[in-house]
């Protein structure tokens, strides 16, 4: 149509900066805050480090089951949540490997009120046995309803496949080992990683109106003091490598696989030339996993790479779910593609849509409370510094296509890979064994975590 | 207590344009700078699909990211990628949505890239785009549906509630077979007859001044004719209950039984729903309703999802669906969980308290809030309520629907419709060796 109008030449973005945190330190602890002038919802967050590699390796899952416990309140029976909801606002808790964060949003307005409610919840619960045992049943059936779903059964599998040591068992902890915490475990927990440990908190949203200090208050009176956070090195991956494990789903019609590594520590990694790589191969929807698996082949409705990096190790993770008759051509086209990107390297349109994504989108990836505030905990829990983003921004900028070759060079192993296939193993040992991967082995997904 | 949200003078920032070409936009500020919003309602949706051809509109949704007369398959998504923008679409029984978030900068190219699908899609299109799309949709349908415990809940759901025939009868994912017989010439008319700017809500959420965007827009989709002729829509009117209770039950590898109940009530936008939106909050939406608080916490019949158990099922141009799901804990027969929840249906209709209705009312404004809390969100809700109801500042006025709903209305609208004259009962119950172990 000769009316339409042509493409539009863009000016240059506006430049960015990441708002810049008030620091003030109340009643022992620092908090953090971030005003954003009409941002009528807020989000506190109050960090602990106290994650999973935190915890005794006799009682591996007490982190989580004491986040959810929390959430029965001063008064026990599952108290906290109808008090918050009576103010529009909402309980927030999770555990990672390194953290141990705890929070609210709430309208600006009824944010003094909600922290009340959160610190004594935070400081002060219940932690009553019966409720202790409520969670923990509720906890082994929750684990066991997420493993009938295929990609979480694949997801799952692979620590175990990868390290032995903590990292070998899911963060929330494993069936039997939930099963076997006790009242007192999660007391002690308690008690020594998050009552009296001060702990750093976040506030972000329209602080016009908000005493920020007496807020702090609220949640720093009484504690003193920090703990150290704990390390654990990472151990090397055991048994044969590259090797398939497959857990069997008789009949299914598609099968979730993961290809997993071990990476390095979040420490060890140069964000921008790590999440370049992984980008690259399967971040984007323009990946080359997701084009090629999905936009040229069809064999799925997605495909996607990505680093989970933790404080002591961390996991490099390509997934997908697939149809089953395809399932053996989509492992070989996921190892063909990390070995066609450490051969050659990207090219400049990868570069450019790295580079780019990561510098002009940031207001975007910034445009609301969660947004920042998941920033500003990612700063506290892995000690970045206040100008972290802005520096991010400067290691993207400076990116070269060799930066991005060196590191799939480095970062992506597929000789040290573990395959994890949910599925259905009769259509698909076969297949697998003639892609030359490595040993495939079946496993009975009812048996695998007992 | 007081409200949470204050609507006097919530829509003063709001300005809406009508396009000579029927298009209508609906601008508002965003309340973080250097980002647009953008985001595009199409009145059309799966209830504009006919037996045989179901799936459609949401194939076609797919096929809208493939490349048009001046945009290449797969340059959609990588120009928005490229400036770290957000973007995605979705299709429901009553409309397609397509949104992108972008650096403020970029939304002349958000805006050009829309213009370009919406006038010249049918030049983009080949057989080969179909085939392809065709097996992604096919996946997406085993991801999210049939290799799913529980997947195919919803599309029984519908089947129960509204009779063969019926607009809302089947999901927007089709059947394998209709996607199957799925054709471009049907791909080229189907693009003819829905997609106008007669058909669309465009919504910017950005800091740029309303006149400056109304401009930008003229430029860009000014030009794209109105459709030649106007897509008639099926007609949806439903009256009277579901005539149950109807009920079926499905046995298949799942981890625990588990529970669907549905109930036919008014339509999105009518009083009837927004009464049955409050008294599905007090019944299952929020760790102080009821069925959280007996059956999950006193009774420790059903699984914790954290008080998600109760909704409604939006829908504007039919009776929509008041739905209750839980699933049965270790030990708990379906038997057990369908009477327990049956129970606490019952209750409601014998009264509800004004503390609890003020709890249910400050969830649903809690919901609303933070829906509005993003540019994109914002962005949403102004173009549904300018499709749905051509009153796009209802987004920001919603609450106020709900201010003097009083607990005997409540209680009345759930004795007259959560009978079982108007229920379906769906139960998923495990095979026999799941349920031994």
């Known amino acids: ?450 | 207590m007081q409200a949470l949200v204050s609507t006097n003078g919530a829509t003063d920032s709001l300005r809406c344009y009508t396009l000579d070409n029927g298009l209508r936009l609906v601008t508002a500020p965003a309340s973080t700078g250097q980002v647009a919003a953008v985001n595009l309602w199409y009145g059309v949706g799966s209830r504009h699909e006919v037996p045989g051809r179901t799936g459609f509109a949401h194939l076609f949704e797919h096929l809208m990211f493939q490349g048009s007369g001046s945009v290449a398959k797969g340059e959609h998504f990588e120009a928005i990628e490229r400036l770290g923008g957000e973007m995605n679409a979705s299709t429901s029984t009553d409309r397609t949505n397509y949104y992108e978030t972008v650096p403020q900068h970029a939304l002349d190219l958000a805006l050009w890239l829309e213009a370009d699908r919406l006038a010249t899609l049918r030049e983009g299109m080949t057989q080969e785009v179909l085939d392809n799309q065709r097996d992604v949709v096919k996946n997406e349908r085993r991801q999210r549906y049939d290799n799913m415990p529980y997947g195919t809940a919803l599309e029984r759901i519908l089947r129960l509630a509204y009779p063969e025939g019926h607009p809302y009868h089947h999901p927007t994912i089709g059947s394998m077979e209709d996607l199957d017989a799925a054709d471009l010439n049907y791909v080229l008319s189907f693009h003819e007859r829905h997609y106008g700017p007669d058909n669309l809500v465009l919504t910017v959420v950005s800091s740029l001044d309303p006149s400056d965007v109304h401009e930008r827009v003229e430029t860009y989709f000014g030009s794209i004719p109105r459709r030649s002729e106007v897509a008639a829509a099926p007609d949806a009117t439903l009256d009277g209950p579901i005539g149950g209770p109807v009920r079926e039950t499905v046995t298949e590898p799942c981890p625990a039984p588990r529970l669907y109940l549905g109930h036919r009530v008014g339509p999105y936008g009518s009083r009837e729903f927004d009464v049955m939106h409050m008294a599905m909050a007090v019944l299952g939406e929020g760790q102080g309703s009821r069925l959280y608080r007996r059956l999950v916490v006193e009774r420790e019949l059903a699984m914790d999802t954290g008080g998600t158990d109760a909704l409604v099922l939006p829908f504007r141009y039919t009776p929509s669906l008041a739905l209750v799901t839980m699933m049965a804990r270790e030990g708990v027969s379906g038997d057990q969980l369908e009477a327990a929840i049956l129970e606490e249906i019952a209750q409601l209709a014998e009264g509800v308290d004004a503390d609890e209705l003020e709890r249910a009312r400050a969830v649903l404004e809690r919901d609303h809030l933070q829906t509005l809390a993003s540019p994109s969100g914002l962005a949403d809700s102004l173009g549904s309520c300018a499709q749905l109801f051509d009153d796009p500042g209802a987004a920001l006025t919603w609450p106020s629907r709900w201010a003097d709903i009083t607990p005997d209305e409540v209680a009345a609208a759930a004795r007259r419709l959560l009978t079982d004259e108007n229920r379906l009962i769906l139960r998923f119950e495990p095979e026999a060796e799941d349920a031994e172990q």
Not at chain 1, 26 to 39: H, K, S, T, Y
Not at chain 1, 67 to 94: F, M, Q, R
Not at chain 1, 289 to 309: Q, S, V, W
Not at chain 1, 436 to 444: A, S
């Open chain 1, 1 to 450: 149509m000769s009316t339409r109008p042509s493409r539009p030449v863009l000016g240059p973005p506006e430049s960015y900066t990441f708002p810049t945190p008030q620091r003030m330190r109340v009643a022992g602890g620092e908090i953090i805050a971030v005003d954003l002038p009409g941002q009528s919802y807020a989000s506190l967050r109050l960090v602990h480090p106290a994650g999973g590699v935190s915890e005794r390796s006799d009682q591996v899952g007490v982190a989580k089951l004491t986040s959810e416990v929390l959430e029965d309140g001063i008064h026990g029976n599952s108290s906290l949540a109808p008090e918050l909801e009576k103010h529009g606002a909402e309980w927030t808790s999770g555990v990672t490997w390194d953290s141990f964060v705890t929070g609210v949003d709430a309208p600006v307005g009824r944010l003094p009120d909600a922290t009340s409610l959160f610190a004594e919840a935070v400081r002060t619960p219940a932690l009553r046995p019966e409720d202790v045992q409520r969670r923990q049943e509720q906890l082994v059936e929750r684990f066991w309803v997420d493993m009938s779903v295929p990609r979480t059964l694949a997801g799952r599998a692979v620590g175990p496949q990868l390290f032995t040591g903590r990292y070998a068992t899911p963060l929330g902890g494993g069936p039997s080992g939930i099963q076997a915490l006790t009242p007192e475990a999660v007391s002690q927990f308690h008690a020594a990683a998050i009552a009296g440990v001060a702990g750093t908190l976040i506030v972000v949203g329209d602080l016009s109106t908000i005493d920020v200090e007496a807020i702090g208050k609220a949640v720093f009176t009484g504690t003193s003091g920090s703990v150290q956070p704990r390390s654990v090195a990472p151990e090397p991956t055991p048994g044969p490598l590259p090797r398939v494990v497959v857990l069997d789903r008789p009949g299914a019609v598609q099968s979730a696989l993961v290809l997993a590594t071990q990476a390095p520590s979040r420490r060890d990694v140069d964000l921008p030339r790590a999440e370049g790589v992984s980008s690259v191969l399967g971040g984007m929807f323009g990946s080359r996993l997701n084009m090629e698996l999905r936009e040229r082949r069809g064999y799925t409705y997605g495909a996607h790479c990505r680093f989970d990096l933790r404080r002591d190790g961390g996991v490099l993770m390509a997934n997908t779910e697939v149809d089953t008759p395809t399932t053996a051509e989509s492992i070989s086209v996921i190892f063909d593609e990390i070995e066609r990107l450490r051969r050659d390297g990207v090219t400049e349109d990868e570069l450019v849509a790295v580079r780019d994504s990561n510098t002009v989108g940031l207001p975007v990836q910034y445009s609301t409370s969660w947004a920042i505030s998941s920033a500003l905990v990612e700063m506290v829990v892995h000690d970045l510094p206040e100008d972290h983003v802005d520096r991010l921004r400067a290691g993207f900028e400076a990116l070269t296509a060799e930066d991005l070759h060196t590191a799939a060079q480095e970062l992506l192993r597929p000789d040290e890979a573990v395959v994890v296939v949910a599925g259905d193993a009769e259509a698909l040992t076969d297949a697998l064994t003639e892609t030359g991967v490595g040993q495939v082995t079946v496993r009975q997904a009812e048996t695998y975590w007992e």
